[in-house]
């Protein structure tokens, strides 16, 4: 049975310091330094004093639940929103000096339904400021340019959008979850192209809830907690910080006796199965400690990450009762 192994829990503070520090240094200097960035809506504080440096030929995704700051995040690093705080592009103030620089796709990019994907690329090329395309688009990335937007697909519109934004020389892209409505072709094609603009120099930053779908072409991971970053580091040790869900069939075992195991975060019973939440890098230190207790492998079922787990993986009937 194979698991997702990776390094232990992390202290996020070492994190945050090691990365940042070991990714500058490599890459000559900061493309990106972005201090005490605050945003409130109402009496809600979305940012928090966030304090973030991004390096240059960087791939980084920036993760967290809905609603938690990921949009609110990459629009300060536009400068499409007003803000507290300071972002710095290579040491000049975000602003109009530096519009031509950044490449920004927010969430939901509103195109004229009238118009053609070709007049939407000459209109996006135009705030590229005639600088010359660093990074070809991959062959058929693009749908007819000449249909109008609004007769285009949801994978479709998404693809002149992103081809659109990406245009002429951008030293930062922002992505707020560009694959949506992708099929996996359109994913693949779109992974090519922000590798080759990061291979050519640019700060690539994704948004994404979970990052899953990211870890094979980063370099970086930042997952938005509290209004601040609360992990910074390396896909892998990312992957390990992730829980996920062992099914038990306990038999004679007490409920009581796998609450206390050590590697145990959260247990919960659904009909004749117990689900017990843990870190992927723990998972193979729990499934010893079942088999020590005397649960066979037969009695015993992988599951995936919690939150999908929670959804559709329980090999029982769910009565909902948790055990802690």
Known sequence: MALTTAVAAHDSDA????????SIESSGGARVVAEGLRKSYGKQEVLAGLDLTLAPRSLVAVAGSN???????????????????TVRLEGQRVGGATRGRIAYLPQRLRLPGSSSGREVMKLFKA????????????????????KPVGQLSGGQA??????????????????????ANLDDEGREQAHRL??????????????????????????????IENGGIGFDGAPSRYAGSLEMTVWVRPGDVA????????????TRREGDWVALECHEDRAIGLLRDLEALGIDADRVRLGGPVAEARVSASPGVADGSDVR
């Open 15 to 22: 994190v945050v310091s090691e990365t940042q520090e070991s």
């Open 255 to 266: 409920d009581e006796t796998l609450v206390g195991l050590a590697h145990v975060l959260r």
């Open 194 to 223: 922000l590798r080759a603009h990061r291979d050519a120099g640019a700060t690539v930053l994704i948004a994404s809830p979970t990052a899953l779908d990211l870890l094979a072409m980063i370099d970086r991971v930042l997952l």
């Open 67 to 85: 609603g938690i700051g990921k949009s609110t995040l990459l629009s300060c690093l536009a400068g499409t929103i007003r803000y507290r705080g």
């Open 158 to 179: 998404q693809r002149v959008g992103l081809a659109a934004v990406l245009q002429g020389s951008p030293d930062l892209v922002l992505l707020d979850e560009p694959f």
């Open 127 to 146: 705030f590229a400021r005639g600088a010359a395309d660093r990074v070809e688009l991959p062959d058929g990335f693009l749908p007819p340019l000449d």
